[in-house]
């Protein structure tokens, strides 16, 4: 037993250059650290790692400062279509679900059909249909929509473009995708993203977050990563599996790692957005290619920080 763990969460990358001049700044800390001390207790008690980065990321799909479960972004039709995944790094086992609707966790959905294990990822009605058979509670359109996702749809659709959730059109909104990865006291890791997509997507798109390698991946051997940002140039790039490549292949640390797969979206595509990662000696590392990521994190069970840049 390492008797140590370490978590790490985020809540989106984008355009956050007027954050620190809203009060909304002080409600993104706060948010964030408590979200961190509720999966610190749950570690210190020796929660694994799957189950913390899942609790943590209910946590955050609950708070509609976020794009994903209450927070989400609508579509070009107005309407809310949600990804989520997690892996667990032990044993590879992924679960992870694309398109869904009226499911107030899709983390919790993707969790299910990772314990299923029949299958990795289920889609759209059939997502739906699964969710039916496990019980899970289903909520209305009104559970998820708000004003203030309206207004940014008809400023994304005013402007003829798909942006990301923080990405300014008009004054931007700070909102984002979330995500965990954590460390657990046995010193398995795992890692969890969920998400509404782009704001303005069209009907029926998947971005990264529920593609194992792209928006998520964990292995024990190398690290845990959950990546936020523009979904496709993440699928290009395989982004999640490329940080962990960078650890196995090249023996990097976390930081390096992370730091050396936003270099490659960058000169491969020109990418937006970020990543976090812990490693298997419990370092947690972040970086983006956006000026802004919210994240927080709890290294070998220290201190909880919070940063926003």
């Known amino acids: 037993m390492s008797h140590s763990y370490s978590l790490m969460i985020h809540g989106g990358a984008g355009a956050l250059e007027d954050l620190k001049h809203e009060a909304s700044e002080a409600t993104f800390h706060q948010s964030i650290t408590a979200v961190l001390e509720r999966g610190r207790q749950r570690l210190e008690r020796g929660c694994s790692a799957l189950d913390a980065v899942e609790y943590c990321v209910t946590l955050l799909e609950d708070d509609p400062l976020y794009n994903a ?16 995944a997690l892996m667990n790094g032990s044993d590879l086992r992924a679960g992870a679900v694309a ?26 009605d059939g997502a739906l249909a699964f969710a039916q058979f496990c019980e899970m509670e289903t909520y209305p359109d009104d559970y998820f929509i708000t004003a203030a996702r309206v207004q940014q749809l008809a400023e994304a659709q005013a402007a003829g473009r798909m942006t990301l959730d923080h990405e300014r059109i008009k004054p931007s909104q700070k909102l ?3 995500g965990a990865v954590a460390m657990d006291l046995q010193g398995n890791l795992a890692a969890a993203t969920s998400t509404g997509g782009l704001v303005n997507k069209r009907w029926g798109r998947v971005g ?49 790692a992370v ?9 491969k595509v020109n990418g937006d957005g970020g990543a976090i990662a812990i490693d298997g000696a419990g370092n947690c590392a972040a970086a983006q290619s956006t000026s802004g990521l919210i994240r ?3 290294e070998r069970g220290g201190e909880a920080h919070c940063k926003l840049g």
């Open 296 to 298: 927080g994190w709890i």
């Open 176 to 178: 984002g995708t979330v």
């Open 99 to 124: 398109c869904v609707k009226h499911i107030k966790n899709p983390i919790a959905l993707a969790r299910r059909v990772l314990d299923r294990g029949e299958h990795v990822l289920l889609v759209g």
């Open 69 to 84: 479960g209450r927070g989400s972004v609508l579509n070009a039709e107005g309407k809310v279509e949600m990804d989520a």
């Open 208 to 256: 990264d977050t529920p593609v194992v390698g792209a928006g998520v991946f964990a292995d024990n051997e190398t690290c845990a990563v959950s990546a936020t940002g523009y979904g496709e140039q993440f699928l290009r790039t395989v982004l999640a599996k490329t940080i962990s490549d960078f650890v196995q292949f090249r023996g990097m640390d976390a930081d390096a």
């Open 259 to 267: 730091k050396a797969g936003i270099e490659y979206l960058v000169r």
